[in-house]
């Protein structure tokens, strides 16, 4: 029997506010454990929440920019639970009036809807410290810093059907929350975590199967895993005859399966209740116009006008699209008058590459739009090679500077004296007789190594037209 998977993910996406959602303590990643925190976060008896403007309005801009509607009253509940990280007993989330619903976004031409985004505070985090033996850890740490930060949860409707799809809707959501400066998207840090609901069916029946909830996904390429090795594992089970329990699973990348970690609860587990330290919020259609009219372009509006105003790929756009800081750079070196086909794949090429080898953020970086600009120029007018335009890109990327400076200082001028680079071709030939020997006698590959020695000896500097005519010329005699 032929089975297909349906997906649905719970994004828990961290706000970036610069306090908690319902106290004044510092909200940013890091500090020493148990640094930011009050009685508020910490629950202590008697006191009460005051809930932080800033961070509905950053959910309200999440939503309008995921198409949702935006509720006119909202109201905050109380999620009941124990957990040792979780000190009051409780968590404030938001139950049956969430403040956006029924949204949508589009991947690879198709949508996946959103069922729901609501905001709720985090739990604090355990530390699980001391020797680890046969059954894990000694003991458990508890640090609040995290306890109150503001968490957006983004519920998508189960219309997912394969882990590459999973992979792709997380990339574009958190491309959106970062282009809107909703949320920095840091998994490693767990502003931005993924829960996954999975379940299969036999191809062509409408009933859904029984689903697993799947935690502990650090990484877009982990969430992928993860997913395919529970449609494989549900898959496998109901061949053998056996049934799906539902119940939350944990991701072990090591291994590249999953384990059960708990059943799953249902609403009725966490005994909801309105929460009556807060009142229900009236949100005015004027505040939600205000902050609709103050959203930047999004992800697939650049994408589309990158392909029909700059005559880029819809894959080179959609490339560049991917950062933020990537395409905001090559917006204004389109300003400058930089030909935009040569800036974006100087863009996704050796920048791309030399942000990564640095391991380094584009905003760290010192390039400037005058100089893209300059550099393309410099590169069209011959007095640059393609691997010396790269050379000169890595200084600019690396400190202030000027095309003409360092192309002057570092001696990078390309070389097109076609009488000083038949000397050179000419010296390379004579100094590597066995390889020319090996050309002439049919290993036409070997005229590679001819055009590397030639560029080793000019520092990449040589004309690579006039280095291919002249050994042309050379090995053909």
């Given amino acids: 029997m032929n089975y297909e998977p349906v997906i649905g993910l719970e994004v828990h996406a961290q706000l970036k506010t610069k306090s908690k959602i319902f106290c004044s303590c510092p909200a ?21 929440p005051v809930l932080n403007r800033r961070a509905v309005e950053l959910a309200i801009r999440s939503g309008l920019a995921l198409n949702c509607e935006i509720a006119e009253i909202t109201k905050f509940d109380r ?12 968590q404030i989330s938001q139950y049956d009036q969430p403040i956006c619903r029924r949204g949508h976004l589009t991947i690879g031409g198709k949508e996946i809807r959103i069922h729901r985004a609501h905001l709720e505070e985090d739990a604090g985090k355990l530390v699980h410290a001391g020797a680890a033996g046969l059954h894990g850890s000694e003991y458990s740490l508890v640090d609040f810093n995290r306890s109150g930060v503001p968490l957006l949860e983004i519920v998508s409707e189960p219309d997912i059907s394969s882990a590459e799809e999973a992979r792709c809707y997380l990339m574009e959501l958190r491309n959106i929350l970062r282009y809107i400066d909703v949320c920095d998207g840091n998994l490693e840090e767990g502003s931005f975590r993924c829960d996954a ?8 029946q409408k009933e859904l199967g029984t689903k697993t909830e799947i935690k502990n996904m650090n990484s877009f390429r982990a969430v992928q895993r993860a997913i395919q090795s529970e449609i494989d594992r549900q898959v496998a089970a109901l061949e053998r005859g056996e049934r799906i329990v539902q119940e939350t699973r944990l991701w072990n990348e090591a291994t590249g ?54 005559e880029l790929s819809p894959e080179d756009a959609c490339l560049l699209a991917e950062s933020k800081e990537l395409s905001d750079f090559f917006d204004r070196a389109m300003l ?48 640059l090679s393609s691997s010396t335009a790269k050379q000169v890109l890595f200084e600019l990327l690396k400190a202030p500077g000027d095309v003409q400076a360092i192309v002057k200082e570092k001696g990078l001028a390309q070389m097109s004296d076609e009488k000083g680079l038949t000397e050179v071709v000419s010296k390379v030939l004579t100094d590597n007789p066995a390889q020319v ?11 590679q190594f001819f055009f590397g020695e030639v560029m080793k000896a000019t520092r990449g500097t040589a004309n690579p037209q006039m280095v291919n005519k002249i050994l042309d010329e050379l090995l053909t005699r």
């Fill in 336 to 383: 400058a008058g930089a030909p935009a086909k040569a800036a974006a794949n100087l863009l996704m090429g050796p920048t791309v590459w030399y942000l990564n080898e640095n391991k380094i953020e584009f905003s760290q970086t010192h390039i400037t739009p005058e100089n893209m600009k300059d550099l393309i120029e410099a590169l069209n007018a011959g007095t």
């Fill in 257 to 310: 399966t999953t384990h059960p970690m708990r059943s799953k609860e249902e609403a009725h587990d966490y005994r909801y209740f309105p929460e009556p330290d807060l009142v229900p919020l009236v949100v005015e259609r004027e505040w939600v116009n205000e902050v609709s009219a103050g959203l930047p372009e999004l992800p697939e509006q650049r994408r589309t006008r990158y392909v029909e105003q700059h």
């Fill in 79 to 90: 999620k009941n639970y124990f957990y040792p990280d979780l000190p009051k007993g409780y």
């Fill in 437 to 447: 020997s090996d050309f002439r006698g049919g290993k036409t590959k070997v005229r």
């Fill in 28 to 48: 940013g990643f890091g500090g020493n454990p148990n640094e930011h925190v009050c009685p508020v976060c910490i629950g202590m008896p008697g006191v009460l």
């Fill in 197 to 204: 609901n999975v379940s299969v069916r036999p191809v062509g």
